[in-house]
């Protein structure tokens, strides 16, 4: 405990100490939070994503509908201007993000007044929390409650990322891809756990502070979730649960998401 | 050790046996537990809450299976006389119901190991489609609108809003209370009997030939292993379908060899009848077939271990020392 407990001082302590230093504008007071909402803004390409309803083409040219699409979001963590990282209470930090409930699109962190340059996350949820006592597993993670929908009983494990939806392709006539596997608690398993880093410069840094509002507009592309790193097709893989292909739809869908502006 | 005495009112005169509860106890010759007590030590409430939420059949789709119909005590926790248990609708599941004795030192649960915590286990059979067929989230809402369950919780728990984790922690409470330590092997252990000479044989020749996997006193090590049965009709490649590595296909939790009486069919299949017919696999039956464990390899003649035939009916024997009748008759474990 104390490895990990004495950088976070350390990381308060330098950034509190920043509010003194000239490279940190003065309108920034980092001993004060302030609220900064991540939205993510699923796509299929150019068009927005509408489930059941929206037809869409992969990079191999299937067609195919999305009656699902649900993922983890977790361990949140920001750069600020001056390369001082934050990371957000991993309590306060589980979200899940379901296209069918527009109410989770948008998750908010409280994050120290400042400018930021990067943005980084947990696609799914930590080995160490899929191996928690069931006390510790409320909200999101409640795998009788709202993560029921998310949650492997027979091998137990949270689901990180669930798509469904019908396609022709598929010689069943849909498709279903649930993607988990935190790495085994005995034995070493599959481990789909990813943390991206979401360069936020390029396209406008967000600037928090605690009289405002501040929103990073994500992008998550679902067809990258098909050729992200390498192409398949819904013909050769129709379903990938517990598989050793889940690998590489989770490579995949780590080339997802992007960032497209930022409102602050 | 890890002792939790809950004494109550011994006042009362009647059934004086009722007005105290005394909670988990570790044999003394048993390893420590491998059960987190710490975080949800066993009160005479939540025990007596976890009873009654096992032996309920509210906890499936249409109120027809609780969990003590395939955990039976009469059969040592088991699902007698059925190869493969079946559960709502008469639907086939494709393994065995294993034993829920001595739960506490498990260290993780299924044939396939793939739950790693005691209190998430419930989760899979009352969820899945074969076993309970409901969902959580109405097994709670059901409990929640019962007449009793909310004031046993605030009891228990001291909230009369039932919890994901008050609702497991509760039959996490029961389980752990299904101590198997009354057999006359026990009562050996103990300095309180003595094997007979054909026992005591048996015994010997169990320790050679059988205790690197079915280590004493829980007569399980707790691993997996591929013990060269044939792949079953289910395909079923057990460990691997949690791990995906190749390195675990054909692998199942070594089973504890207590109860053998009353827990046939063996194997996770239900495959073998008989004790005679499980010394008949190990020393003729192995199918030498990818990760078969290294222990069925030592013989350079042939796969499997050798047994001599009064070598088996000592064997036998010895076994049948393992059988715990006051596991099967203890009240405090019964449904009320």
Same mark, same amino acid.
């Given at each position: 405990m104390k490895k990990i407990f004495i950088p976070a001082i350390a990381v308060v302590c330098i950034m509190t100490a920043c509010k003194k230093d000239n490279n940190m504008p003065s309108e920034y007071d980092s001993s004060k939070k302030a609220a900064l909402s991540?939205?993510?803004?699923?796509?299929?390409?150019?068009?927005?994503?509408?489930?059941?309803?929206?037809?869409?083409?992969?990079?191999?040219?299937?067609?195919?509908?999305?009656?699902?699409?649900?993922?983890?979001?977790?361990?949140v963590k920001l750069t600020n201007t001056n390369g001082m990282e934050y990371v957000v209470p991993q309590d306060s930090c589980y979200f899940l993000i379901d296209e069918s409930d527009e109410d989770t699109h948008e998750p908010v962190v409280r994050?120290?007044? +400042?400018?930021?340059?990067?943005?980084?996350?947990?696609?799914g949820v930590d080995s160490l929390r899929n191996t928690k006592d069931i006390s510790q597993r409320t909200g999101v993670l409640d795998p009788t409650g709202a993560g029921a929908d998310m949650y492997w009983s027979w091998n137990s494990?949270?689901?990180?990322?669930?798509?469904?939806?019908?396609?022709?392709?598929?010689?069943?006539?849909?498709?279903?891809?649930?993607? +988990?596997?935190?790495?085994?608690?005995?034995?070493a398993t599959i481990n789909n756990v990813k943390t991206i880093t979401?360069?936020?410069?390029?396209?406008?840094?967000?600037?928090?502070?605690?009289?405002?509002?501040?929103?990073?507009?994500?992008?998550?592309?679902?067809?990258?979730?098909?050729?992200?790193?390498?192409?398949?097709?819904?013909?050769?893989?129709?379903?990938?649960?517990?598989?050793?292909?889940?690998?590489?739809?989770?490579?995949?869908?780590?080339?997802?998401?992007s960032h497209d502006h930022t409102e602050n | 050790?890890?002792?939790?005495?809950?004494?109550?009112?011994?006042?009362?005169?009647?059934?004086?046996?009722?007005?105290?509860?005394?909670?988990?106890? &570790?044999? *003394?010759?048993?390893?420590?537990?491998?059960?987190?007590?710490?975080?949800? @030590?066993? #009160?005479?409430?939540?025990?007596?809450?976890?009873?009654?939420?096992?032996?309920? !059949?509210?906890?499936?789709?249409?109120?027809?299976?609780?969990?003590?119909?395939?955990?039976?005590?009469?059969? *040592?926790f088991t699902h007698h006389g059925h190869k493969t248990s079946h559960g709502i609708f008469d639907q086939l599941g494709i393994r065995n119901s294993p034993s829920i004795a001595n739960i506490a030192w498990g260290k993780s649960f299924m044939w396939d190991g793939g739950v790693p915590d005691l209190d998430l286990q419930p989760i899979a059979?009352? #969820?899945? @489609?074969?076993?309970?067929?409901?969902?959580? *989230?109405?097994?709670?809402?059901?409990?929640?609108?019962?007449?009793?369950? @909310?004031?046993?919780?605030?009891?228990?728990?001291?909230?009369?809003?039932?919890?994901?984790?008050?609702?497991? &922690?509760?039959?996490?409470?029961?389980?752990?209370?299904?101590?198997?330590?009354?057999?006359?092997?026990?009562?050996?252990?103990?300095?309180?009997?003595?094997? #007979?000479?054909?026992?005591?044989?048996?015994?010997?020749?169990?320790?050679?030939?059988?205790?690197?996997?079915?280590?004493?006193?829980?007569?399980?090590?707790?691993s997996f292993r591929s013990n060269g049965l044939t792949l079953n009709a289910a395909n079923d490649l057990g460990r691997y379908f949690i791990t995906l590595n190749e390195s675990d296909k054909f692998k199942f939790k070594v089973?504890?060899?207590? !109860?053998?009486?009353? #827990?046939?069919?063996?194997?996770?299949?239900?495959?073998?009848?008989?004790?005679?017919?499980?010394?008949?696999?190990y020393q003729t039956g192995i199918e030498p077939r990818q990760n078969l464990d290294p222990l069925l390899l030592q013989d350079p003649v042939r796969a499997g271990i050798r047994f001599l035939p009064e070598e088996k009916t000592k064997l036998i024997q010895f076994l049948n020392t393992l059988n715990d009748r006051y596991l099967l008759t203890n009240k405090m474990l019964s449904e009320q």
């Open positions: 991540i939205e993510f803004d699923n796509v299929a390409g150019a068009s927005d994503l509408a489930l059941t309803t929206g037809s869409y083409t992969n990079p191999t040219g299937e067609t195919f509908n999305v009656t699902k699409l649900k993922y983890y979001i977790s361990n994050i120290p007044e +400042g400018e930021y340059k990067s943005l980084t996350f947990t696609i494990g949270y689901i990180f990322f669930k798509m469904e939806g019908q396609s022709a392709a598929s010689a069943m006539g849909d498709y279903q891809y649930h993607i +988990g596997l935190y790495g085994g608690m005995s034995t979401i360069d936020l410069t390029s396209r406008g840094t967000p600037k928090v502070k605690s009289t405002k509002s501040t929103n990073v507009h994500l992008m998550v592309d679902i067809l990258k979730m098909f050729n992200g790193t390498s192409n398949f097709s819904i013909a050769a893989r129709p379903m990938v649960m517990v598989d050793p292909f889940s690998a590489t739809i989770a490579d995949n869908y780590t080339k997802m998401f | 050790m890890i002792v939790f005495l809950f004494a109550g009112v011994v006042a009362c005169k009647k059934e004086v046996i009722d007005s105290y509860f005394i909670g988990f106890q &570790k044999p *003394a010759y048993f390893p420590e537990p491998t059960y987190r007590f710490e975080n949800n @030590p066993v #009160t005479k409430d939540g025990f007596e809450l976890g009873r009654k939420l096992f032996y309920d !059949n509210l906890l499936s789709s249409n109120n027809t299976i609780s969990c003590g119909s395939c955990h039976i005590q009469t059969s *040592a059979p009352i #969820t899945s @489609p074969v076993e309970m067929g409901d969902t959580m *989230a109405n097994v709670l809402r059901k409990l929640q609108n019962h007449q009793q369950y @909310p004031a046993l919780f605030k009891k228990a728990f001291g909230s009369d809003n039932i919890s994901t984790a008050n609702f497991l &922690k509760a039959l996490s409470q029961f389980m752990v209370m299904c101590i198997s330590n009354n057999s006359k092997y026990d009562s050996v252990m103990r300095n309180e009997a003595s094997f #007979t000479a054909d026992e005591a044989e048996g015994y010997t020749i169990f320790k050679q030939k059988c205790n690197d996997c079915h280590k004493e006193p829980l007569f399980t090590d707790e089973p504890s060899l207590r !109860n053998l009486e009353y #827990t046939t069919p063996y194997m996770h299949d239900g495959r073998i009848y008989t004790l005679e017919g499980v010394l008949n696999h």
